[in-house]
């Protein structure tokens, strides 16, 4: 049990377009998911969480409105982000946990994101 | 503050050799939940195990052993008669109970077992 995917599990695109990145718990209702970014050989760094129906919140340096946050159901979370720049390149993983803030997250396998 | 220190940053063993996970962590908060997760070279990370303040027990599980002490903020994880499968980056994490806390992981640390 609790299985979290992640699609696309890598992506290239060219710089100034805009990349999606699908989170979706697989057996379980996500009360709260997670964003994280890694940058190699790094630990993990939040980006923001999400509760269904509701507005990201976004940890302090990371823009709201490059990384645009939706999470429209209990099993889904996107980021999308807008006019990516090499910068941009790194390993997004999101996770996902039942009953919010202090419950365990569970992990998706990750995307790996390549701004040319 | 909360903080999370792995000292290790690698570590090389021979198979079959014990290998000790040092985790080091500090909060204010009297509850707070301990976490560690493996990360292979896939890169998916993998829950392990999850510990709540106010128990101490040590847990076993299979090869995995966690070691729990309060009094020296500590929460070490050993992996014993490693494997090759167990090489990987192992992450300890902290997570704390007053309004909105965050999920704190330590470094890392790179664990390569060798045969």
């Known amino acids: 049990g609790a299985v979290v995917s992640q699609h696309p599990s890598w992506v290239i695109c060219k710089s100034g377009t805009s990349v999606k990145i699908e989170c979706r718990s697989l057996d379980f209702q996500a009360t709260t998911m997670f964003w994280y970014r890694q940058f190699p050989k790094q630990s993990l760094m939040l980006m923001a969480t999400s509760n269904e129906g509701s507005k990201a919140t976004y940890e302090q340096g990371v823009e709201k409105d490059k990384f645009l946050i939706n999470h429209a159901s209990l099993t889904l979370s996107t980021l999308t982000v807008t006019s990516a720049h090499p910068e941009d390149s790194s390993f997004y993983i999101c996770s996902a946990s039942l009953a919010g803030y202090t419950d365990t997250q569970y992990f998706g396998p990750g995307t790996r994101l390549t701004v040319l | 503050a909360q903080k999370v220190t792995q000292a290790q940053t690698e570590i090389s063993v021979v198979e079959k050799e014990d290998v000790t996970l040092d985790c080091v962590y500090e909060t204010r908060d009297t509850t707070y939940y301990l976490f560690w997760y493996k990360q292979p070279p896939s890169g998916e990370l993998v829950f392990l195990i999850r510990?709540?303040?106010?128990?101490?027990q040590n847990e076993i599980s299979g090869r995995y052993s966690w070691n729990f002490q309060k009094s020296t903020s500590s929460f070490n994880f050993t992996i014993t008669a490693s494997q090759v499968v167990d090489s990987a980056v192992y992450f300890c994490a902290l997570l704390g109970s007053g309004g909105y806390n965050k999920l704190i992981f330590g470094a890392g640390t790179r664990l390569a077992v060798h045969p």
């Open positions: 510990r709540n303040s106010f128990d101490e």
